[in-house]
């Protein structure tokens, strides 16, 4: 069916009183167009990303008062996190350079608490926080998430102190949740000559060789903002120079042949360009892999247009290609990582970067970001304070994580080209993976497809010629209760997604199409698409 529009007439006219944004907009009938050819090639892969693609974060602000911290023996925290291994888990954020390391710190009552829960020789299998402890916790959560993101919002951070207890449960979680802890260093400890210091740094790296924790390493937090945040200005350069004498310690110790990246700078802007530039030719040879952060959107202002706008999530494109232009002038070899990334800065936006609506940035940024050749992206945050976590703060998975879920499960690393032929492609948006031979349904050869459809009418994709009588299995995620877009939970292929129990994720079950059936993709959904026995060149 074609629908001829009439110049001039505004959008939200034509698509009447339940319109593209409209949380109701779901609810009716989908109309249909005529089916959209898809262009594949899968004779080559473009890129090959990392197993732990899709990573994430705690942010260092949990550790502000690390009474908070003890949240991460929730045994249903883990099932969580265990579901997105493999991962790495990054503990960082602007936070990191307000921390102080102090061994002589006694443990809280809370994480006394929680170690002396622990009854047998396996703490993954042991470990939980006492009830009483738990709930008392959650109930002073909420007044010290806005003492948090009131200190984020006035940039006026306090630093504060943590214990060996607290490295304790941050190493527990991560490793009782097979998850790579990548542990975030205080880069602001100068000497009178604004040279790092490094003695606190030392006394951590000497407690976590004694407990022979294998772990990775950065060196501060978007370093292009030291000013703003605590009136001190390093350069490039010589942020260089601390990187190197980190690398020199870490050669010293037990962690001489661990993993240090960095620098983690901000979005590829003006001054933020330069200090990347002279940060990878003065210490770039000491880092295994190039950070850099980005957001959409400003949480305070965003809005749900916003959210839905494919101008919007087409900016990420020009920022990984001014990263990559810098890259490949100075250490053209280095991989790239999307150190830290989500919707929104400043916590997110409230009531959309925590719904259904969010879903759209995060798979089309995870696309393009395998596409444009970053290798790991890391979502702010896996649990924490803010708008952007992916488990709510009654250990609730949210729609974000359910799509990581399916992502994890779907996609392998094999990344190849996906194209939708015709105009008008910004709202309809494919990539294109081998699958996870991981998965036990799937094997070498496979295909895996996804989409995101910002039309506000269902879209039938229609696969190559050649791929027309092959089965496909159909996961597509569509919000779930009456909220619509600006829901806290999803469906997939119908079914609302939620936990069997603390300790096990639902199945994922696909929806088996016929061979030669067109994919349907319904109006402001997203779904996976997994082409069985393609047999791929790029994927045997």
């Known amino acids: 069916m074609l629908l001829h529009l009439k110049a001039g007439l505004p959008l939200l006219l034509l698509l009447g009183p339940l319109g593209a944004f409209s949380p109701g907009a779901l609810a009716g009938p989908a109309q249909t167009e005529d089916a959209v050819e898809l262009d594949f090639s899968t004779e080559r892969s473009v890129h090959l990303v990392s197993p732990s693609f899709l990573s994430f974060t705690i942010d260092a602000n949990?550790?502000?008062?690390?009474?908070f911290l003890t949240f991460l023996g929730s045994p249903k925290l883990r099932t969580l996190a265990r579901g997105l291994s493999p991962a790495y888990l990054r503990f960082g954020g602007t936070k990191t350079d307000f921390l102080i390391f102090d061994p002589k710190k006694e443990p809280s009552f809370e994480e006394r608490s929680y170690w002396q829960s622990q009854f047998n020789q396996d703490i993954c299998k042991s470990g939980f926080i006492p009830s009483d402890v738990e709930k008392r916790l959650q109930l002073e959560w909420p007044f010290q998430e806005q003492l948090i993101l009131r200190e984020q919002h006035q940039k006026k951070f306090k630093s504060s102190t943590y214990s060996r207890s607290s490295v304790d449960i941050l190493y527990t979680f991560a490793k009782c949740s097979r998850l790579d802890l990548i542990f975030g260093l205080n880069a602001l400890l100068r000497t009178a000559d604004l040279r790092w210091n490094s003695s606190n740094a030392q006394l951590l790296l000497d407690y976590c060789s004694s407990m022979s924790y294998n772990m990775s390493w950065e060196l501060g937090n978007e370093p292009n903002s030291f000013q703003k945040k605590a009136g001190i200005f390093i350069d490039g350069l010589q942020l260089g120079e601390d990187f190197i004498e980190l690398h020199e310690l870490l050669g010293k110790s037990t962690f001489k042949n661990t993993k240090l990246y960095g620098p983690?700078?901000?979005?590829?802007?003006?001054?933020?360009?330069?200090?990347?530039r002279s940060f990878l030719k003065a210490g770039g040879g000491v880092i295994d892999s190039i950070t850099w952060h980005h957001y959409y959107l400003n949480g305070r202002i965003a809005t749900k247009?916003?959210?839905?706008?494919?101008?919007?999530?087409?900016?990420?494109?020009?920022?990984?290609?001014?990263?990559?232009?810098?890259?490949?002038?100075?250490?053209?070899?280095?991989?790239?990582?999307?150190?830290?990334?989500?919707?929104?800065?400043?916590?997110?936006?409230?009531?959309?970067?925590?719904?259904?609506?969010?879903g759209f940035m995060w798979l089309d940024k995870l696309g393009l970001s395998a596409r444009m050749g970053i290798e790991v992206v890391m979502r702010q945050v896996f649990f924490g304070a803010g708008n952007y976590h992916l488990v709510d703060e009654n250990f609730e998975p949210l729609p974000d994580y359910w799509l990581?879920?399916?992502?994890?499960?779907?996609?392998?690393?094999?990344?190849?080209?996906?194209?939708?032929?015709?105009?008008?492609?910004?709202?309809?948006?494919?990539?294109?993976?081998?699958?996870?031979?991981?998965?036990?349904?799937?094997?070498?050869?496979?295909?895996?497809?996804?989409?995101?459809?910002?039309?506000?009418?269902?879209?039938?994709l229609q696969l190559p010629y050649y791929l027309f009588d092959k089965q496909v299995d159909r996961y597509v995620v569509k919000p779930s209760g009456p909220d619509?877009?600006?829901?806290?939970?999803?469906?997939?292929?119908?079914?609302?997604?939620?936990?069997?129990?603390?300790?096990?994720?639902?199945?994922?079950?696909e929806n088996p199409l016929r061979p030669g059936s067109s994919l349907g993709l319904p109006a402001f959904s997203y779904g996976f698409f997994v082409i069985r026995n393609a047999k791929a060149a790029a994927c045997i």
């Open 62 to 67: 949990l550790a502000t008062d690390p009474r």
């Open 264 to 276: 983690d700078v901000g979005q590829p802007r003006g001054k933020t360009v330069k200090m990347l």
């Open 305 to 358: 247009e916003d959210f839905l706008n494919p101008d919007v999530l087409d900016t990420f494109i020009l920022s990984v290609q001014k990263v990559f232009q810098v890259v490949n002038k100075t250490r053209p070899h280095k991989k790239v990582w999307l150190g830290e990334t989500s919707s929104a800065y400043g916590g997110g936006a409230p009531l959309l970067s925590n719904t259904f609506a969010a």
């Open 404 to 460: 990581s879920l399916l992502f994890k499960k779907l996609v392998g690393t094999n990344v190849l080209m996906a194209s939708v032929k015709g105009p008008d492609r910004s709202k309809l948006r494919v990539y294109l993976h081998c699958t996870n031979i991981n998965h036990p349904r799937y094997k070498e050869g496979d295909l895996t497809l996804y989409a995101l459809n910002l039309h506000n009418v269902t879209k039938h």
């Open 484 to 509: 619509g877009l600006f829901s806290k939970s999803v469906q997939l292929n119908g079914q609302t997604l939620k936990m069997v129990d603390d300790q096990t994720l639902p199945a994922l079950i």
